[in-house]
C-alpha cells in the first residue's frame, strides 16, 4: 500500500504552481499537490524546465493542507541557468520537481503546463524595481519641431545578458495620445541597471487640445507612456507591455521634469 501511495504521489502533476516576483534579489516559486499524510516540514530539492538538464536549487518549507502539500522556496534571480533562457516557449513549459522532506518523505512531479494557467502573485509592484521612468521630458514644441524624450532604468537581474530588441510607445497627456517613438538594440549586461533612451515626436496641435487652459495656466498635467519592449531570445522574440502614468507639471515640462510617482504599473507578455 505504501509503494502504490509513493508511486502516485510521483505520477500527479502538481495542481498549481504559483511565482511571487517580491522586491529584492530574489523571488519566490511554490508547487501544489498530492502527497502522503506526512509530508510536511523543511524540504531540499531541485527544479528544472524546458526538459534542460539544468536544474535549480529549491530549499523551503513543506506545508499540508487537505492532502495537498505546498512547497515554497525563495529562489536569487542571478541561479536562474541561461539554458532555461534558451529553450523558452511562451506558450507552455516542461516541468520537473523532486524534493526530500524532513519528515524522510520524498515528492517527485513532472508535466507540462501552460504559462497562462501559473498564478503570479504581486508581479506589479516587484516589477517596478526592474523598469523605472527615470525622467521624461519635451526637447521642443513648436511649429516646425515638436519632440522629446523618456529615459528607462533597467536592471537586468539575472546573470546573464538580455536583449531588448526593439521598443515601441505612445505619449498621451490627460488620455489623449499626443506622439509616438520607438527605438531597436539595447544588450542588458548581467545584474546591472542600465538607462534606455526612448525619443519620441509630438505633435503640437494634438498636445495643445490635450492641455487645454491648464498648459496656460500652469497646473500639471495628467500624462502616460504606454508601449512595449521587445525581448530577442533564441526561440523568438517576445513582446512586454510597459505603461507609466504620471503627472506632467507644465513649468516642468517646458524644462524636462516629469513627476512619477507609481513607475511601472503594467508589465506582461502578450
Same mark, same amino acid.
Given at each position: 500500500?505504501?509503494?502504490?501511495?509513493?508511486?502516485?504521489?510521483?505520477?500527479?502533476?502538481?495542481?498549481?504552481?504559483?511565482?511571487? =516576483?517580491?522586491?529584492?534579489?530574489?523571488?519566490?516559486?511554490?508547487?501544489?499537490?498530492?502527497?502522503?499524510?506526512?509530508?510536511?516540514?523543511?524540504?531540499?530539492?531541485?527544479?528544472?524546465?524546458?526538459?534542460?538538464?539544468?536544474?535549480?536549487?529549491?530549499?523551503?518549507?513543506?506545508?499540508?493542507?487537505?492532502?495537498?502539500?505546498?512547497?515554497?522556496?525563495?529562489?536569487?534571480?542571478?541561479?536562474?541557468?541561461?539554458? +532555461?533562457?534558451?529553450?523558452?516557449?511562451?506558450?507552455?513549459?516542461?516541468?520537473?520537481?523532486?524534493?526530500?522532506?524532513?519528515?524522510?518523505?520524498?515528492?517527485?512531479?513532472?508535466?507540462?503546463?501552460? +504559462?497562462?494557467?501559473?498564478?503570479?502573485?504581486?508581479?506589479?509592484?516587484?516589477?517596478?524595481?526592474?523598469?523605472?521612468?527615470?525622467?521624461?521630458?519635451?526637447?521642443?514644441?513648436?511649429?516646425?519641431?515638436?519632440?522629446?524624450?523618456?529615459?528607462?532604468?533597467?536592471?537586468?537581474?539575472?546573470?546573464? =545578458?538580455?536583449?531588448?530588441?526593439?521598443?515601441?510607445?505612445?505619449?498621451?497627456?490627460?488620455?489623449?495620445?499626443?506622439?509616438?517613438?520607438?527605438?531597436?538594440?539595447?544588450?542588458?549586461?548581467?545584474?546591472?541597471?542600465?538607462?534606455?533612451?526612448? =525619443?519620441?515626436?509630438?505633435?503640437?496641435?494634438?498636445?495643445?487640445?490635450?492641455?487645454?487652459?491648464? +498648459?496656460?495656466?500652469?497646473?500639471?498635467?495628467?500624462?502616460?507612456?504606454?508601449?512595449?519592449?521587445?525581448?530577442?531570445?533564441?526561440?523568438?522574440?517576445?513582446?512586454?507591455?510597459?505603461?507609466? =502614468?504620471?503627472?506632467?507639471?507644465?513649468?516642468?515640462?517646458?524644462?524636462?521634469?516629469?513627476?512619477?510617482?507609481?513607475?511601472?504599473?503594467?508589465?506582461?507578455?502578450?
Amino acid at each position: 500500500m505504501l509503494t502504490a501511495c509513493l508511486l502516485l504521489a510521483a505520477a500527479a502533476a502538481p495542481v498549481e504552481i504559483t511565482i511571487d =516576483p517580491r522586491p529584492g534579489a530574489s523571488f519566490v516559486v511554490s508547487f501544489a499537490g498530492p502527497a502522503l499524510k506526512r509530508t510536511a516540514g523543511d524540504f531540499r530539492g531541485i527544479v528544472s524546465l524546458y526538459g534542460s538538464p539544468a536544474e535549480m536549487p529549491l530549499i523551503g518549507r513543506a506545508e499540508m493542507r487537505g492532502g495537498i502539500v505546498r512547497l515554497s522556496a525563495a529562489v536569487r534571480y542571478a541561479d536562474v541557468p541561461v539554458d +532555461w533562457l534558451n529553450r523558452f516557449r511562451r506558450d507552455t513549459f516542461d516541468y520537473r520537481v523532486r524534493a526530500d522532506v524532513a519528515s524522510g518523505e520524498s515528492v517527485s512531479w513532472s508535466g507540462t503546463e501552460r +504559462w497562462s494557467g501559473v498564478k503570479a502573485a504581486g508581479s506589479d509592484e516587484a516589477l517596478k524595481q526592474f523598469v523605472k521612468m527615470a525622467s521624461l521630458e519635451l526637447t521642443s514644441l513648436s511649429l516646425t519641431r515638436s519632440e522629446g524624450r523618456a529615459v528607462l532604468a533597467i536592471t537586468n537581474p539575472f546573470s546573464f =545578458p538580455v536583449t531588448v530588441a526593439a521598443t515601441s510607445y505612445r505619449l498621451s497627456v490627460n488620455g489623449e495620445e499626443v506622439g509616438d517613438g520607438g527605438t531597436r538594440g539595447r544588450i542588458l549586461r548581467p545584474r546591472q541597471t542600465a538607462s534606455l533612451e526612448l =525619443p519620441f515626436t509630438v505633435q503640437q496641435w494634438r498636445f495643445l487640445a490635450a492641455a487645454g487652459r491648464q +498648459w496656460a495656466s500652469g497646473a500639471e498635467l495628467e500624462a502616460e507612456l504606454e508601449g512595449s519592449l521587445t525581448l530577442r531570445l533564441p526561440t523568438g522574440d517576445l513582446s512586454i507591455a510597459v505603461r507609466f =502614468p504620471g503627472r506632467l507639471g507644465t513649468d516642468g515640462a517646458r524644462s524636462g521634469v516629469f513627476s512619477h510617482p507609481d513607475g511601472a504599473t503594467s508589465l506582461s507578455p502578450h
